[in-house]
């Protein structure tokens, strides 16, 4: 007999792709000040990943199980299981050298939405395809989903039979690099005395993560995520990050060919903490920041140029 094992590619294996349009105005005010609006919208088909493509779907009533060729256990099956969707407004200006100054700004906002724990991790559900009739004993009662969907006393939910079941779609949330509002600012001015203050300030909403600890198995394979998915992934957001930088420079002429500039620079001059991780793990210490980036720094240099 064939030799059977336990990860295999999806027969399918649809090349993954990504379909968007986009549109864009600009205006020019003035004569040294340009303004311009862009939308965005794009979809992502076809994300590759990995789920139990053998799992029943009677695991989630009652034993686990596994559907042919390999009943003993679960196949992890690579293919196209995923998507995403982007929607982005960007609105900029651009306000060239003039008066001795010149500055850019520019705010996007951004809505992506995928259902991918990652390309090597298994969803939060595997099974995809029609619901057949099941039934479990819940505190001494049977039910079943012949006639509509119930709710295991686990807390499992069993969908009715006969209704299309896309287990994936119970991961779907914002992206895990998503960001919802991003503001930043720069520019340069050119003071008397070959002196130049330049500066980039950046306001950006926190980063999306999920509350874990919790102990759900929605298909039964006996793999816990560990998310919260009553409140769904992702669904909560990470106090916001806002930093500016800013250099100080006074250039020195020696003689016709030869220039030095002193270089004064800070980074995060406002000193915020700006977090870098927080505690996901509900209830005592949810939310609260684990690990910031670095506070205000400086540092002095020369730069010549002959």
Same mark, same amino acid.
Request: hydrophobic share 40%; proline share 7%.
């Given at each position: 007999?064939?030799?059977l =094992?336990?990860?295999?590619?999806?027969?399918?294996?649809? @090349?993954?792709?990504? @379909?968007?349009?986009?549109?864009?105005?600009?205006?020019e005010i003035?004569?040294?000040?340009?303004v311009?609006?862009?939308?965005?919208?794009?979809?992502?088909?076809?994300l590759?990943?990995? %789920?139990?493509?053998n799992?029943? $779907?009677n695991?989630?009533?009652?034993?686990r199980? $596994?559907?042919?060729?390999?009943?003993?256990?679960?196949?992890?099956?690579?293919g196209?299981?995923?998507?995403g969707v982007?929607?982005g407004?960007?609105?900029?200006f651009?306000? %060239?050298?003039?008066?001795? =100054?010149?500055?850019n700004?520019?705010?996007?906002?951004?809505k992506e939405?995928?259902?991918?724990?990652g390309?090597?991790?298994?969803?939060?559900?595997?099974f995809?395809?029609?619901?057949?009739? *099941?039934?479990s004993?819940?505190s001494?009662?049977?039910?079943?989903n012949a006639?509509g969907?119930?709710t295991?006393a686990n807390?499992r939910?069993?969908?009715?039979?006969?209704?299309?079941?896309?287990g994936?779609?119970?991961?779907?949330?914002?992206?895990?690099?998503a960001?919802?509002?991003? $503001?930043?600012?720069n520019?340069?001015v050119?003071?008397?005395?070959?002196?130049?203050?330049?500066?980039?300030?950046?306001?950006?909403?926190?980063f999306?993560?999920s509350?874990?600890g919790s102990?759900?198995d929605?298909?039964?394979n006996g793999t816990?995520q560990?998310?919260?998915?009553?409140?769904?992934?992702?669904?909560? @957001?990470s106090?916001?990050?806002?930093?500016?930088d800013?250099?100080?420079t006074?250039?020195?002429?020696?003689?016709?060919?030869?220039? *030095?500039?002193?270089?004064?620079?800070f980074f995060?001059l406002?000193n915020?903490?700006?977090?870098?991780a927080?505690?996901?793990?509900?209830?005592? @210490?949810?939310?609260?920041?684990?690990?910031?980036?670095?506070? %205000?720094?400086?540092?002095?240099?020369l730069?010549?140029?002959?």
């Open positions: 007999p064939p030799q =094992f336990p990860t295999s590619i999806d027969g399918s294996f649809d @090349t993954p792709y990504t @379909t968007s349009v986009g549109i864009g105005v600009q205006r003035g004569k040294d000040l340009v311009q609006v862009d939308y965005y919208h794009r979809e992502i088909n076809n590759l990943g990995v %789920r139990q493509s799992l029943t $779907f695991s989630r009533a009652g034993a199980t $596994f559907l042919p060729p390999f009943t003993a256990g679960a196949i992890a099956t690579f196209p299981w995923y998507s982007y929607d407004l960007i609105v900029s651009n306000k %060239r050298l003039s008066r001795r =100054f010149v500055l700004g520019d705010y996007a906002y951004a939405t995928d259902n991918q724990m390309i090597n991790a298994l969803p939060s559900d595997s995809i395809g029609v619901a057949p009739v *099941v039934s004993t819940e001494g009662v049977l039910r079943t006639n969907p119930y295991r807390g939910f069993v969908a009715a039979a006969g209704s299309f079941v896309y994936p779609d119970l991961d779907k949330g914002p992206s895990d690099l960001v919802d509002h991003t $503001f930043q600012l520019g340069l050119y003071l008397p005395w070959q002196v130049q203050i330049s500066g980039i300030f950046r306001a950006q909403s926190g999306h993560y509350r874990t102990s759900a929605p298909d039964g816990l560990g998310i919260d998915l009553v409140a769904g992934r992702n669904a909560f @957001t106090p916001a990050y806002v930093n500016l800013m250099r100080f006074k250039r020195f002429d020696i003689g016709e060919r030869f220039k *030095v500039h002193a270089l004064f620079e995060n406002l915020r903490q700006n977090p870098a927080v505690e996901t793990v509900a209830p005592t @210490t949810f939310g609260t920041l684990k690990q910031i980036l670095p506070g %205000r720094e400086g540092q002095i240099g730069r010549i140029e002959f």
